[in-house]
Every structure is written in structure tokens, then in C-alpha cells.
């Protein structure tokens, strides 16, 4: 699982940003990210939650998703290394 960007409330994952978002071509998803990572592939995807992740669940909070805590993806947090 390559999830960019995961929520949690309560202990278990509320929703995630990952492949069936930034990989989509056609359905549309309802997404913590808000669809800003829908159909732009991994590299760009992992580029948007470096720069937008805390921005998204600030939003996605705004409406309504119960979110305690988010974590970033492995690759996000490697990515900023360099
Ligand atoms: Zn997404």
C-alpha cells in the first residue's frame, strides 16, 4: 500500500490518499486530499502531500470528517530527506 497521506479517528483509519487516487483515470473519489491528487501519478502526488497535506485535513476537517491524527506515507517523508 502506497498511501501518501493517511487519517486516523478513534484508533483506526479514517481515510487515505494512495494509488486508487493518484493513479485514477476515470471515477471520480471522494478523497482526503480532495481530489488534488486524483489521476496526477506518485511523483507528483508525493510533491502535493509534502506541500498540502496539513492544508487537506485542515479542509477535510472544515467538512465534517471526524480525523484525530495523519501521518504522511513513507515515500513523502523519504522524498523530503533530499
Ligand atoms: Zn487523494
Not at 487519517?7 to 476515470?26: F, T
Not at 471520480?28 to 486524483?38: F, K, L, M, P
Amino acid at each position: 500500500m502506497t498511501a501518501v497521506l493517511t487519517v486516523r479517528a478513534g484508533g483506526s483509519v479514517a481515510g487515505s490518499c494512495g494509488k486508487s487516487c493518484y493513479d485514477a483515470e476515470y471515477k471520480t473519489c471522494r478523497c482526503v486530499c480532495a481530489g488534488e491528487n486524483h489521476g496526477v501519478g506518485f511523483e507528483q502526488a508525493v510533491r502535493n502531500a509534502q506541500a498540502m497535506a496539513e492544508e487537506w485535513v485542515l479542509r477535510a476537517r472544515a467538512d465534517g470528517w471526524a480525523i484525530d491524527t495523519f501521518e504522511l506515507g513513507l515515500p513523502v517523508v523519504q522524498h523530503a530527506l533530499f
